[in-house]
């Protein structure tokens, strides 16, 4: 008898699912909406030219391929929160925000669990906006967090539910940790405005909540990455405590080099060292120290005048690519197609993704009668749309729902 003989099979990953149906597919009219990575105009993934000078930057440099220290690489980490605080902020210049290197947001959330369930004061709830980004609940439910979770979307106006969020939160038990998406919410493009951040800081404040960002899309929302950051500066502003993870896999198209950041504002330089002394306890025995190549080109960029705004043009490039997909659909939808329903949340919905509102059974004939693959749930990434492919995608949802 095999050791592993009892191991039962997995499911399948829901998002890298879709890939692979996709893949599967022969028909050239075939569209993959499921991936959430940028796609440019002529469906290609794109690599940003910044990135491509700061490797040629890091060539002639010639660099070794030392070891890392534990958190990473120190002019990395130092940009990293200064993109995310601002230069302003407070706790960044009195030195008080503990700061490592990450394997990109996946790797910042799970060392922010870890980190929670071995030193957070209080009782160890997390929750979550239902819904959430997918690995969200396996990444604190393994980190040793209880999971649960609070309203945030509503399935009738296919917007923010922010009626059952503020009653959630508030709910809530005293002390527990909310996880708050920093900008363009995982899966459903819904984001709180800048009156109800306001309000829901009030909430965690009167609440004691302590809120965790997942910042994952900086300059991917609106194209900016300042105004992007609205939420995490103003919660900073407030007065609160906050751990944030940071991604750069979007905002740099740096995907596969995993390169993100994990962060907690403390009072002072000698709580922000002793916290930085046990993020590196946890880091040590999961993998060491992080990898170099992709830390070293976003730091490139991030501390070069000219390569940042590129940069910065390239970020507002994409997110801009993307606000166009959105009214093309939109007008297509309902202008060209007179489709039934209302449809003005593809236009008003921010970042990578729109909830469609299509359901489980339209989402698998679009599959299987128009070769266009989404995830069951009826998101649909809108960087997989092009000039190209809108047409097509635009008509066989028409059709789907008529
Ligand atoms: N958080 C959210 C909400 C995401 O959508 C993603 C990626 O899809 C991530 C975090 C982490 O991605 P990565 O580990 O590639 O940076």
Excluded at 172 to 183: D, F, K, R
Excluded at 335 to 342: C, F, I, N, S
Aim: hydrophobic share 40%.
């Amino acid at each position: 008898l095999s050791t592993w003989s009892a191991v039962p099979a997995g499911p399948p990953d829901p998002i890298l699912g879709v890939t692979e149906a996709f893949k599967a597919d022969q028909d050239p009219r075939k569209i993959n909406l499921g991936v959430g990575a940028y796609r440019d105009e002529h469906g290609k993934p794109y690599v940003l030219t910044s990135v491509k000078k700061a490797e040629e930057v890091l060539t002639a440099s010639k660099p070794d391929k030392e070891y890392l220290p534990i958190p990473g690489l120190p002019e990395f980490t130092k940009l990293a929160a200064k993109l995310a605080y601002g230069a302003e902020s407070v706790p960044l210049q009195q030195n008080a925000v503990a700061v490592t290197q990450s394997i990109s947001g996946t790797g910042a959330l799970r060392i922010g669990g870890a980190f929670l369930a071995r030193h957070y004061p209080h009782a160890k709830i997390i929750y979550l906006p239902v819904p959430s980004w997918g690995n969200h609940t396996p990444i604190f439910r393994d980190s040793g967090l209880e999971v649960r979770g609070y309203r945030y979307f509503d399935k009738k106006t296919v917007g923010l539910d922010f009626e059952g969020l503020k009653a959630d939160l508030k709910a809530a038990p005293e002390q527990s940790i909310v996880l708050l998406h920093a900008c363009a919410h995982n899966p459903t493009g819904v984001d709180p405005t800048k009156q109800q951040w306001a309000e829901i800081s009030d909430i965690v404040k009167e609440r004691k909540l302590f809120p965790f960002f997942d910042m994952a899309y900086q300059g991917f929302a609106s194209g900016s990455t300042d105004r992007d950051a609205f939420a995490v500066r103003h919660f900073v502003e407030q007065g609160h405590q906050i751990a944030l993870a940071q991604s750069f896999a979007k905002n740099m198209g740096l995907y596969g080099e995993r390169v993100g950041a994990f962060s907690l504002t403390t009072s002072d330089a000698a709580e922000k060292a002793r916290v930085d002394s046990q993020l590196k306890i946890i880091i040590r025995p999961m993998y060491s120290n992080p990898p170099l190549h992709g830390a070293r080109i976003a730091s490139t960029i991030l501390g070069n005048k000219e390569l940042y705004s590129e940069w910065e043009s390239e970020v507002k490039g994409m997110a801009d690519r993307i606000i166009s997909m959105r009214e093309k659909l939109y007008n297509t939808l309902t202008h060209d197609l007179k489709t039934p329903g209302e449809w003005g949340h593809i236009k008003s919905q921010i970042g990578m993704f729109s909830f469609t509102g299509l359901t489980q059974p339209q989402t698998k004939a679009l599959a299987e009668k128009a070769h266009i693959y989404m995830t069951a749930d009826g998101r649909i990434s809108m960087a997989g749309l092009n000039g190209g492919n809108i047409e097509h995608f635009a008509e066989s949802v028409s059709a789907a729902v008529k």
